[in-house]
């Protein structure tokens, strides 16, 4: 059960965009198209934001969007705002387990 | 309104035990998979155990394997996990995570706002 390999850190500037990657295995990723991303704010609970690679739950904004090629997931940003500033954390099902990345905080300048 | 209300964290010796809940309410409980996922403090996201909706399909972390305990009581809509033979390193925030559809493993939707774990001698 190896953690998903996520970039520490990302940036950009409002309005441009980002992704953010998310590496993982062909036991997880690789298999199965159950990767899900998540924002969290300080002191405060996870949201989900993309579920199932690249659906979005009611609410959330179209500028969030996710894909997959091979082992590797992204999430992408764009129209950058002030208030994506966040931690985001990538998740998959690896089989009797779900396996989550080690988180990005993503700074907009 | 779906709610998670998580319970039962705590101070706790090295070797101790601890059984955490989680209340919920808003939702057909009895309906869907459930999981808890722990955040050690400034740390990130780590999967712990899952249970599926009816109790039968259970999984758990390598790492607490043996020695944590995920169940359910559908007809008090609340999910536990036992906690035994505590580490240091399971010192973390647990929430309790509802997954998304019925069968529990495609993600998690709604969160509650965790109860508090601290391993110290």
């Known amino acids: 059960q190896s953690a998903l390999t996520q970039p520490r850190s990302v940036s950009g500037s409002p309005g441009q965009s980002v992704s953010i990657s998310c590496t993982g295995t062909s036991r997880d990723i690789g298999t199965f198209d159950y990767v899900s991303w998540y924002q969290q704010y300080p002191g405060k609970p996870p949201k989900v934001m993309i579920y199932d690679v690249n659906k979005r739950p009611s609410g959330v904004p179209d500028r969030f969007s996710g894909s997959k090629s091979g082992n590797t997931a992204s999430l992408t940003i764009s129209g950058l705002q002030a208030e994506d500033e966040a931690d985001y954390y990538c998740c998959a099902y690896a089989g009797s387990a779900m396996v989550i990345g080690g988180g990005t905080k993503l700074t907009v300048l | 309104q779906v709610r998670l209300v998580e319970s039962g964290g705590g101070v706790v010796q090295p070797g101790g035990s601890l059984r955490l809940s989680c209340a919920a309410s808003?939702?057909?409980?009895?309906?869907?998979?459930l999981h808890w996922v722990r955040q050690a403090p400034g740390k990130g996201l780590e999967w712990v155990s899952f249970?599926?909706?009816?109790?039968?399909?259970?999984y758990h972390r390598d790492s607490v394997e043996g020695r944590f305990t995920i169940s359910r009581d559908n007809s008090k809509s609340t999910l536990y996990l036992q906690m035994n033979s505590l580490r240091r390193e399971d010192t973390a925030l647990y929430y309790c995570?509802?997954?998304?559809?019925?069968?529990?493993?495609?993600?998690?939707?709604?969160w509650g706002l965790g109860t508090m774990v601290t391993v110290s001698s």
């Open positions: 249970i599926g909706y009816d109790g039968s399909e259970k």
């Open positions: 808003g939702f057909a409980f009895g309906s869907y998979g």
């Open positions: 995570t509802k997954g998304l559809g019925p069968w529990g493993l495609d993600a998690f939707d709604v």
